[in-house]
């Protein structure tokens, strides 16, 4: 019998004419695709088409092509649905992937279309005209009051109640990825850029890594259910804290940073013991309620002098309701992680099928706050498939305060997303820690690209908020009016709080 | 709500105002009767930033938090009353005594220091915990010991002389986890259903025996050998002189050792994709 059924995914073409036998494929695949006896021989199944081989051939001479094969046509048996069978045939093993829900399923935001002036209410031209974009991530009061400064303006008074928000100057974040599911140049990268962008990165629930303690002010210091890497220090190195209670890629079950990724300098900032796995329970066990979820976010605070807490849930079916419980248990913001957002490592089937778009999750949880008149008291984060300054624009538009972007710092960092980053073996230098390949990213490379790429879609939102004739991003803060949506149905239009085109 | 300072508003029933303090030297004594936690956690603080080594708490009933995320060694913060939950959570360093009974949460993420509970304690002690030692007299709760865990010199320790309900030591990644069943009004075995489940590090000593069908799947049940003995003897004697018990009463019953069978519970679940 044949030890495996399943074909390679993709074809390798070598045009042997060009190739100057280098050996630079061989060097640079971390899928181990190449063996080199005279020229470099290509091993189809092992190639996971990521493209770092392609882009670093100095004579241009590899091709990645989808393996043509014919499989008789089927819709519902797609190729992958048969090829998953074979594979849990062959192991019995439950299917792990890395990055974020590849199906097909609609997307919300491309269904929806944003406004701009015409005529009879001009538009801005944010080049030449002022255009805020700072945010204040945290609790709001219910009411501030502002004094003189002496100089002919105001500033709030002194107890107003919104010194514990933390100033970020463009609604966009860097989302939880911990070291260890990445690597430390790719923290290094992030922290440098959050600091020149004046916004956060966030640890994810992998501890700080000591050369990241410069950039306190510009991290979110996670605490999961795993608990690694907390302590008294480690909640007092963060601008803010952030409770993981659930991630969208993989709503409902917790982590498992298996032992090979724990090296030395992994254990190290996790606090846990070289090559042992590291194991996240799917719930935290002190929380079984929403007063125990207060409970532990008023021990954060206790222990940190009240820096501003967040809590980071999935989007999922009551998410409203949910998100109302996490804003009166005292949360300065609640982190929304819709179900095409990413991961390091998920069971597919976890990642492909639970959870809901996180544009829904925006409208109903903002929706529901408003109606409970407590909009105020926390922050909306929004992530779970963040991949342009459009999605940005629409879910602020729906209700958010900022966005998370993770899949897109990566994809600036070199990802293609090729889904294999729970193997360990990233040959981008990104989701591993074998030396040989985490050193590949230059962290003062890696912190231009974020700044540029954050840069750029800061940009966009100034030119889209100067379309829309507003000069702050507040403006358009849950301004669902500027919104409109293209073939979606009445009852999405109504949870949207969106109207059809032509209305 | 931002909580205000405002003499007689009540929380939850305690009113937040700053609580009476007395110093005595190095000792500090607050009166907590009736104070909201965090005014109580307030004066605790301002009282060992100003240089006091002892914290005295009187008529403590539920205040929360107490001794959570204090950092440094040589303090002490002595409880008489019945302790809220989450004591000691995150602490890193100092020596918690509870003259009275516990709740929920005692050493939560603990990374350093001591707790001493002479009475009884609630579920989830030590969740978490990478380090330092929690004693308690009497009996604990459900969930107890969960996913502690240690890390090269940090090994934290555990004894409750009583008996435990459910999940003792459930997903236990390091440390020692000891329980004595002496000091009881639990009627019935020594410790609940699900001992040590997904444990994948870490020890657990039963004075006593435990069943199979108590124990998770990842366990191993052995007899406590003389190695073991020895390195649960210090454990034992801090036991033993914190709340003044014979130590040859404790011995007095075989000990049963539980280990994790694997490192890597979950390391043949997966196949790539």
Redesign the interface.
């Known amino acids: 019998m044949p030890i495996s059924l399943i074909q390679p995914e993709f074809k390798v073409h070598i045009d042997y004419d060009k190739c100057h036998k280098c050996g630079r494929c061989v060097q640079q695949c971390g899928w181990g695709v190449y063996n080199f006896n005279e020229r470099p021989i290509p091993d189809d199944a092992k190639c996971r088409a990521c493209h770092r081989c392609v882009t670093y051939c100095p004579a241009h001479c590899i091709t990645i092509k989808k393996n043509d094969l014919a499989l008789r046509d089927n819709a519902n048996w797609s190729a992958g649905l048969r090829t998953a069978v074979w594979r849990q045939a062959e192991t019995g093993g439950v299917m792990l992937t890395g990055m974020g829900n590849d199906k097909p399923y609609q997307s919300i935001f491309d269904h929806l279309v944003l406004d701009a002036c015409q005529v009879t209410n001009p538009s801005i031209d944010p080049l030449r005209e002022p255009m805020e974009l700072r945010t204040y991530l945290g609790r709001k009061p219910d009411a501030v009051s502002v004094e003189s400064d002496g100089d002919g303006g105001f500033r709030l008074a002194e107890g107003s109640g919104v010194e514990k928000n933390v100033k970020l100057d463009t609604p966009i974040i860097f989302s939880p990825m911990s070291y260890g599911s990445v690597s430390l140049n790719v923290h290094r990268s992030l922290a440098m850029a959050a600091e020149r962008l004046g916004i956060l990165m966030n640890t994810g629930e992998g501890g700080l890594h000591a050369d990241l303690y410069p950039y306190a002010d510009n991290v979110i210091v996670q605490v999961a259910s795993g608990r690694f890497g907390v302590n008294p220090e480690y909640l007092n190195r963060g601008a803010a804290v952030e409770i993981k209670v659930g991630q969208g890629a993989k709503p409902g079950i917790g982590g498992h940073l298996p032992g090979e990724k724990i090296n030395k300098e992994v254990s190290e900032t996790r606090m846990i013991p070289q090559g042992s796995d590291a194991i996240s329970p799917a719930p935290h066990h002190d929380i079984y309620s929403i007063e125990d979820l207060r409970q532990l976010i008023y021990s954060i605070k206790e222990a940190t002098g009240y820096k501003p807490v967040g809590v980071k849930i999935a989007a999922v079916h009551n998410v409203a309701a949910i998100a109302s419980g996490i804003v009166r248990a005292g949360a300065d913001y609640v982190y929304l992680d819709g179900f095409k957002g990413g991961t390091g490592a998920a069971p597919q089937i976890i990642r492909d099928h639970i959870g809901i778009p996180v544009e829904i999750a925006i409208a109903v949880v903002d929706q529901r706050l408003r109606d409970e008149g407590i909009r105020n008291q926390a922050s909306i984060v929004a992530a779970g498939s963040i991949r342009s300054s459009a999605d940005l624009a629409k879910a602020i538009a729906l209700g958010a305060d900022v966005v998370a972007i993770g899949s897109a710092a990566l994809m600036a960092l070199g990802c293609h997303m090729c889904q294999g980053c729970h193997t360990g073996s990233c040959s981008w230098g990104l989701t591993t820690q074998k030396p040989e390949l985490t050193r590949r990213v230059d962290p003062e490379w890696g912190a231009e690209r974020l700044t540029n790429l954050v840069h750029a879609w800061s940009h966009e939102l100034q030119e889209i908020l100067g379309a829309l004739g507003v000069n702050a991003v507040e403006s358009l803060r849950g301004s669902r009016e500027r919104l409109r949506s293209i073939g979606l149905d009445q009852q999405t239009c109504d949870i949207l709080g969106v109207k059809p085109a032509g209305l | 709500m ?1 909580a205000v300072k405002e003499a007689g508003t009540p929380i939850e029933g305690y009113i937040q105002v700053d609580p009476e303090v007395t110093r005595d030297g190095d000792v500090v004594t607050i009166d907590c009767r009736g104070i909201y936690y ?1 005014h109580v ?1 307030e004066a605790v603080r301002s009282a060992f930033a100003e240089g006091a080594t002892t914290v005295r708490l009187t008529n403590v009933n539920g205040q ?2 107490i001794g ?4 440094g060694k040589g303090l002490r913060i002595e409880v008489e009353g019945t302790a809220g ?2 004591l000691a ?4 360093g100092p020596t918690v005594e509870i003259f009275g009974n516990a709740q ?2 005692v050493g ?2 603990m ?1 350093a220091g001591t707790v001493v509970v002479h009475g009884d304690a609630g579920d ?1 002690l030590g ?2 915990m ?1 380090g330092g030692t929690v004693l308690v007299r009497g009996d604990v709760g459900y ?1 107890v010991g ?2 502690m ?4 010199g ?1 090994v934290p320790v555990m004894v409750c002389g009583g008996k435990a309900r459910d999940f003792f030591g ?2 236990m ?2 440390g020692m986890l000891v329980l004595l069943g002496m000091d009881t009004r639990i009627e019935g075995p020594l410790v609940g259903g699900y001992v040590g489940t ?1 444990m ?2 870490g020890v657990i000593y039963l004075r006593g025996e435990v069943e199979p069908w108590q124990c998770g799947k990842e366990v191993g049940i052995f007899p406590a050998d003389e190695a073991d003995m020895k390195q649960l003897r210090p454990a034992l004697e801090r036991y033993c002189e914190a709340f003044g018990v014979e130590l040859a009463e404790v011995l007095s019953v075989p000990f049963t050792k539980l280990v994790p069978i694997s ?11």
Not at chain 2, 149 to 152: I, R, S, V, W
Not at chain 2, 265 to 271: A, N, V
């Open positions: 931002a965090k956690n929360r938090y959570t995320g204090i950092s939950q989450d959570m995150f602490m890193d929920d949460g939560n993420t990374n989830v969740y978490g990478r969930r969960i996913h865990k240690a890390y090269e940090h459930e997903y990644a390091g997904g994948h590090g490192h890597r519970p979950y390391g043949k679940l997966y196949t790539y994709v």
